[in-house]
Antibody
Framework: QVQLVESGGGVVQPGRSLRLSCAAS????????MHWVRQPPGKGLDWVAA????????YYADSVKGRFTISRDNSRNTLSLVVNSLRPEDTAVYYC??????????????WGQGTLVIVSS | QSVLTQPPSVSAAPGQKVTISCSGS????????VCWYQQLPGTAPKLLIY???KRPSGIPDRFSGSKSGTSATLGITGLQTGDEADYYC???????????FGGGTKLTVL
């Protein structure tokens, strides 16, 4: 079955950087676009970034554009998110999610358990 | 402030029916398919409805979705205490070139 396992979260000072990873298994990783979605403590879901199946196309939320970089290694079935210039408002659980598309609309059918990033001095 | 607008909370008694609305615009709901996610306390979101009204395998037919114009609705019948969760609508916004989520609706089964 599809499994997504995030790692790399932790406590980091404002202005510092972090690299989040998502290990994928149970499906053909290079067939699906992948996403990062975050959730600040006690708040709603906030889409962060997306990358196409081949890594050629990348999309970012305005709030992270220029600071976050999404990438993927299809040979290692791994999705990554480098988060730079971290701000307290970036504190959240970061989820990776698989996108599926059946020719009509796209949606996220599988989610990881999330990794918590706390930005604090 | 979320691009998609949902009521913060809804409640109903066990066995009853509830609907959760999701309001958007022509650049998102009006131009694309809507999906819904259920998030039980302390867990990751789970796909509930996709393509406006389709249910993934394993989701009971107590859950339904619909869309009209720039709004979408999630319906839940035969409410159970286990349905207590946060529910989110989502879709792609062609103007923002970004996925957008509703602010979430907390369902309480009284």
């Amino acid at each position: 079955q599809v499994q997504l396992v995030e790692s790399g979260g932790g406590v980091v000072q404002p202005g510092r950087s972090l690299r989040l990873s998502c290990a994928a298994s149970g499906f053909t990783f290079n067939s699906n676009s992948m996403h990062w979605v975050r959730q600040p403590p006690g708040k709603g879901l906030d889409w962060v970034a997306a990358i196409s199946y081949d890594g050629a196309n990348k999309y970012y939320a305005d709030s992270v554009k220029g600071r976050f970089t999404i990438s993927r290694d299809n040979s290692r079935n791994t999705l990554s998110l480098v988060v730079n210039s971290l701000r307290p408002e970036d504190t959240a659980v970061y989820y990776c999610a698989r996108e599926v598309y059946y020719g009509t609309g796209a949606h996220f059918d599988s989610w990881g358990q999330g990794t918590l990033v706390i930005v604090s001095s | 402030q979320s691009v998609l607008t949902q009521p913060p909370s809804v409640s109903a008694a066990p066995g009853q029916k509830v609907t959760i609305s999701c309001s958007g615009s022509s650049s998102n709901i009006g131009n694309n398919y809507v999906c819904w996610y259920q998030q039980l306390p302390g867990t990751a979101p789970k796909l509930l409805i996709y393509d406006n009204n389709k249910r993934p395998s394993g989701i009971p037919d107590r859950f339904s979705g619909s869309k009209s114009g720039t709004s979408a609705t999630l319906g839940i019948t035969g409410l159970q205490t286990g349905d207590e969760a946060d529910y989110y609508c989502a879709t792609w916004d062609v103007s923002l070139t970004a996925w957008v989520f509703g602010g979430g609706t907390k369902l309480t089964v009284l």
